[in-house]
């Protein structure tokens, strides 16, 4: 038996260095077979062996094996970017990026870079000033062996607004925005500045499993916005109009991004590294925001 065992293995060993193209191969030697078949991502073996019954002869398998050939069968590929792909066994023992998902939060906008306290140029309308969005396109990179940390690389696109408090309106008079309030004739209601976004974050990540399962997680890096479809828009007298275009708001903004939480379910907090608008060209106001996000 030994016989046959050895040479198959020989054999097995020689098909995968030299990557024949022929998908099924068979050797017989002293009247015994071995067949192998080599597919995506694996190589299977079956060794018949001779036998005689009543006068009879006729083979009968007696190994039957499955060799993977694949070096690291825990590489992503195009599929892990996309959301709800179905986890490929071994997943648990991976890095579990988080970075695609759909998130909802608050935006505010603070008097300097790095403060959270409300500027006193802008009353905004907490309950209303929001933002919502969605990471579709992800990607990551391990940089250590206990898979505790990560880089993490994402694309997605959203929808933000601030909406000001009372009878108030953003104005662009001789190319500079302001804040402008209304009066007996002209009655600013529900006045926002809204735009739509794409994010590009890139992140580090930290993480580790609590009993094996689902991980606790932190991560923070930066991340470039994208503006387009700027607009300041009130009801005016009660009638809906847009008010202005573009608004002299940055067309690409930069901001800091930091995340926490465990399994799928995390809070984030998002705050701008320079002001909305254009120097000179409008208010000096640093948009922030925090809410929470479901990964998948």
């Known amino acids: 038996m030994k016989r046959i065992i050895l040479p198959c293995m020989l054999l097995l060993s020689l098909s995968i260095m030299a990557q024949e193209t022929r998908k099924e191969t068979t050797v017989q030697t002293s009247g015994d077979s ?7 991502g694996n190589v299977k073996i079956k060794v018949y062996e001779e036998c005689t019954n009543n006068e009879r002869t006729k083979e009968e398998l007696i190994y039957e094996g499955v060799y993977l050939t694949r070096e690291n069968s825990d590489r992503n590929t195009i599929l892990d ?8 066994p071994g997943y648990r023992n991976r890095f579990d990026p988080h970075s695609g ?46 898979r505790h940390w990560g880089m993490t690389f994402g694309l997605g696109w959203g929808y933000r ?18 804040i402008f309030d209304g009066d007996e004739e002209t ?16 992140s580090f990540e ?18 470039v916005e994208i503006r387009h479809g700027i607009k300041s828009m009130a009801k005016v007298n009660g009638e809906k109009e847009t008010l202005g275009k573009g608004m002299n708001v940055h067309p690409v903004g930069i901001n800091l991004l930091a995340q926490a939480g465990f399994g799928n379910l995390g809070f984030y907090l998002r705050y701008s590294t320079y002001g ?4 000179g060209k409008g208010p000096d106001l640093y948009p922030l925001s925090f809410g929470a996000c479901w990964y998948w």
């Open 161 to 178: 607004s601030f909406r000001l408090d009372g009878n108030q309106a953003f104005l662009n008079i001789n190319g500079k925005t302001a």
């Open 187 to 202: 009655v600013y209601n529900k006045s926002r500045l809204r735009y739509f976004y794409f994010r590009i974050p890139i």
């Open 34 to 40: 071995i067949i192998i078949q080599k597919g995506d």
């Open 101 to 146: 998902g759909l998130y909802i939060g608050f935006s505010r906008m603070s008097n300097d870079f790095f403060s959270f306290d409300s500027d006193n140029k802008v009353s905004l309308d907490a309950s209303y000033s929001w933002e919502v969005g969605a990471n579709l396109f992800t990607s990551y990179l391990t940089l250590s062996h206990d």
């Open 206 to 223: 930290w993480q580790t499993r609590v009993n094996g399962h689902r991980p606790l997680f932190f991560t923070a890096g930066p991340e």
């Open 276 to 279: 909305l608008f254009e120097k």
């Open 81 to 88: 970017a996309l959301p709800f792909a179905p986890r490929r």
